[in-house]
């Protein structure tokens, strides 16, 4: 795996506060990534957020002088029952109801994609900075693919000229 780069957020700060706190902030992690899948291999951006106190993340910054990190990202796939509590601890609200807890991790066909599951529960992907190197990705494989072609196949109808819908 290439190195860890911490990126600049949507703002263009590499610190990035939360504006509901600004006492608290995320910096952002991003790595490439050669993966195989059904006997295909290609690249993939990874991408990951590490939270905390704004002051001790801008600490962490400058302690990274020229902005990467060692380690990598691994991806960590559940289904929706099935999440360890200190995964489930680490990224989903307790404020909010399950559904929105979940929501920003339901892994999709496409970035806004039908949810992908398997035995019809869905699954969720976590990303997490290993900074030691030593896990590994854990997937789950989904099995909905007649309600992603379906999906694709409306949308594909939808795009035809002449067609309004």
Not at 52 to 69: A, I
Not at 113 to 132: C, H, M, N, Q, S
């Amino acid at each position: 795996m290439n190195t860890i780069r911490i990126v600049p957020g949507k703002t263009g700060s590499v610190v990035t506060a939360y504006p509901s706190n600004a006492d608290f902030a995320y910096v952002q992690l991003e790595q490439s990534a050669i993966i195989q899948n059904g006997g295909w291999i290609r690249e993939v951006k990874r991408t990951t957020l590490l939270r905390g106190n704004t002051s001790v993340l801008e600490k962490f910054v400058k302690s990274h002088k020229d902005l990467t990190l060692p380690g990598s990202l691994i991806v960590l796939e559940y289904l929706e029952s099935q999440v360890p509590a200190d995964i489930a601890k680490e990224n989903l609200r307790n404020d909010v109801s399950f559904e929105d807890a979940i929501a920003p991790y339901i892994k999709r066909a496409g970035e806004n994609g039908v949810a992908l599951t398997y035995k019809g529960e869905r699954i969720l992907r976590f990303t997490k900075w290993d900074p030691t190197n030593s896990s590994t990705d854990i997937r789950v494989v989904h099995d909905n693919q007649v309600e992603i072609a379906n999906a694709k196949q409306a949308l594909g109808a939808a795009k035809l000229p002449g067609n309004k819908a």
